[in-house]
């Protein structure tokens, strides 16, 4: 059982890592993220499972084999559920901190949240369903989670400190639902043969885009001409 709690909850902890090693002129308070982490992991997983359970009763997807119908389920229910979940945190929690002070932030904590978030499914998925699942997860959903988290995060640090907050807050969460729909869409008309490839393609530009917002906002930072002259003064 140790074992498969390590191996569910390893990938989470290393993307944690990975996007606070890259928040490279201005680090989050440890505290924030901390707490970030547990909203996503309670208040999010609670805030899905309550909408899941009122979907499941005014709209139930009944045709299992329906494209349309795993179409809706995968847009309209699993993604846009889930995304808006860990969205409400990020924009009520931590966009309205002080020590958001950067776009950089809103990558940082919207993976936080969505760390939380993928790191309690995942033990779910893990102990119920044994190692080699954990192994699939560790390279597929976990990471497919970190790149809804990032692009929705990039909006959403954009928004903080422009004009029109909340259509880029908007925007973000509307690309996140859009990938994340997109995964699951093919992982859900698997009885179409091949097609869950199209799941990992989805992945993969997913991973791509994230990687280069990543990359703007650390060249766009407000605090990397700081820290450049501080270090120029010291040479002085």
């Not at 009763?57 to 119908?69: H, K, N, Q, T």
């Not at 990020?90 to 993976?111: H, L, M, S, T, W």
């Amino acid at each position: 059982m140790l074992t498969l709690l390590l191996l569910a909850s390893a990938p989470a902890l290393f993307i944690m890592i990975y996007i606070y090693s890259k928040d490279k002129y201005e680090k989050e308070p440890v505290k924030l993220l901390v707490i970030s982490f547990l909203l996503g992991a309670i208040f999010s997983v609670l805030v899905t499972t309550l909408l899941y359970g009122a979907v499941d009763i005014f709209l139930p997807v009944a045709a299992e084999f329906s494209v349309w119908d795993q179409f809706l389920k995968a847009f309209f229910i699993v993604g846009l559920i889930e995304e808006f979940s860990k969205y409400i945190v990020v924009r009520y929690y931590a966009q309205p901190k002080a020590a958001f002070n950067e776009p950089f932030d809103g990558i940082v904590y919207a993976v936080m949240v969505s760390m939380g978030f993928a790191m309690l499914e995942n033990i779910v998925y893990v102990v119920q369903l044994g190692f080699s699942t954990g192994v699939l997860r560790a390279f597929t959903a976990v990471p497919a989670h970190a790149s809804f988290a990032i692009l929705m995060g990039f909006f959403m640090g954009k928004a903080k400190f422009a004009k029109h907050r909340v259509g880029l807050n908007i925007l973000g969460l509307s690309l996140a639902v859009l990938f994340h729909g997109a995964y699951d869409f093919f992982l859900f008309i698997n009885f179409i043969p091949g097609i869950s490839i199209g799941a990992f393609i989805s992945l993969a530009i997913g991973l791509l885009l994230s990687r280069n917002a990543i990359k703007r906002h650390q060249f766009n930072s407000t605090f990397k001409s700081s820290l450049t002259e501080s270090s120029e003064d010291e040479l002085i």
